[in-house]
């Protein structure tokens, strides 16, 4: 909204904002969590009650990269997550949503209960997953149960005051790019879909990064662990080693002046950053192997009343 004069002031005023924010302003703390182990009574007990409120879930997968960083033309998402079968991660995703939404027809006692997935995708990838789910019959699922979504591209800027960049040789012709992981609020938030999910009686969003063959494995007790907890929001880490370098890593952080907090993840080189520039003594120094900060892995799953209201506050 507001066409180019908008959308670089906009960039310009949460540039200058992220350049005021300096790592002095805040004390490195632990985020909040629980720590499930597989097998164990506390997993099958979260896993149980998240079981039971599947049926009141949607899942957004984000299949925005392209595979060639695996040697694959096309979409990340079409890459064979194993090698037996050649089955690709798009296939594993439908499959394992339809094997969670019959668990949960027999549940809730409805057998035309429906899970939607919806899918967002670029001008770079649309085109290969489209064709993918089409050749395919949706891999099982029904035609209205899949919904994709395409990010419009917008201008790269270069510089502190957002400067618009151009091609080579052609000072007329802006270069564009998706807008990234970002944008999926805003086309949430525009097509008003967090409202039509809650009057088709769902309560849980849950987001999932393009390549993640074992993340359905852990959703089910990580919705437990949401319900039970009463969060609006759960980001699924995995343990790392202190050493770890290029991981989002959860951390808290809370403001000195005002002793306000915020759990989000950060990038791994800016965390040992921290540790220099304070007083907290690196994780190397802790006498663990593993640190206390787990890695994000992308997914999330996010209260959707509470969704709905902040879309609303923020415009998306």
Known sequence: ?????????????????????????YELGTATGSNLKVGTAEFFESEEVGMSEIAYSVFVVIAEDLGSNFGFKGASIAVP???????????????????LQARAREIVKDEFLVIPLILITTNETHFDILSLLQSNSNFGMAEEQVTIIKQE????????????????GAPYKIVTTSRGNGDIHSLIFRLDLANKWLKDKKKWLCMINDLNSLVFRGIPAALGVS????????????????NEDNENVIVKLVENSTSKSMTLALPSKKLEK??????????AELHSDISIHPRATSTMIIKLDSYSHLLQDTEG
């Open 1 to 25: 909204p507001g066409g180019m004069k908008n959308y670089i002031g906009n960039l310009t005023r949460f540039d200058s904002k992220q350049n005021d924010i300096s790592l002095h302003e």
């Open 81 to 99: 997550c194993e090698v037996l079968t050649g089955k690709s991660f798009l296939q594993l995703y439908c499959e394992s949503i339809l094997a």
């Open 153 to 168: 591209h917008v201008p790269v800027t270069v510089g502190p005051n957002c400067q618009l960049y151009t091609e080579k």
């Open 227 to 242: 319900l039970i907890g009463g969060r609006d929001v759960n980001i699924i880490g995995l343990s790392r080693s202190c």
């Open 274 to 283: 921290m540790f220099t520039e304070q007083d907290n003594p690196a994780e």
